[in-house]
């Protein structure tokens, strides 16, 4: 096995053949981690890395067939905000079960149980209320560019997966090198719905509490968010 930090994508995709041959295999982990673990104890890397030397850091993601799981993308807050988070709260927000007032939706096309609704143009995406107002806007080539920042390549695994008793196992089955994005990609994804919006805020007392705005996606949607895909 080469060193990792020397790695190219021709010796990756001859170390996952060589994982594929294997035929299914036992979970180095018990839970939602494991495929994750498995994946890099069997190909020899360190957990939560890859570098390969024409793209640099990349990250390596596992996915089990037919599974539903989302990750986030990215969160991004900057100058967004159109209204001051605290009003908005204020206005359109709901109590958690403790009482305190939040702004925790998915957002949609379709108003949800506020007013509030995700409103798609050509340029910009942006949080309104049916009144008109608009709550927080994000232009699509900063989302892009964001993107890239976070995400510039990814390396998809996908595998199948199987209880035998309380115990995991996994067929690797696929390996996708996704590169690029742009803003038109991020746009026809948040319209197909493969992109979803989440504001994540509460009220704090004397402003608000804001973890960002989360840009997630189905895991086995993420080929589709990138200009360029590769199989390995």
Known sequence: MANVEKMSLD???????????KGWVQSERRGPTGIGQTLEKLMGLPENNIALPDLGEIELKSHRINS??????????RKA???????????Y??????GRL?????MSRTPNSTGLFLHIEHESISVRHISGRIIAEW???ALAEKFMKKMPALILVTAFSEMRGDIEWFKFER????????P???????????????LRLHDKGTRARNHGTGFRAYEDKLPLLFENVKEL
Do not use: C, H
């Open 81 to 91: 905000w159109k209204m001051n988070p605290l009003e908005a709260i204020k206005a």
């Open 175 to 182: 390996a996708q090198l996704l590169i690029g994005a742009s």
């Open 93 to 98: 927000g709901t109590p958690d079960k403790n």
């Open 68 to 77: 539903s799981s989302m990750v986030t993308l990215f969160t991004f807050n």
């Open 11 to 21: 010796e990756f995709a001859k170390a996952f053949e060589i994982l594929k041959e």
């Open 184 to 198: 038109d990609i991020i746009r026809n994804q948040i319209l197909a719905g493969n992109i979803l919006v989440d």
């Open 102 to 106: 939040g702004l925790y939706f998915t």
């Open 139 to 141: 232009q699509l080539k």
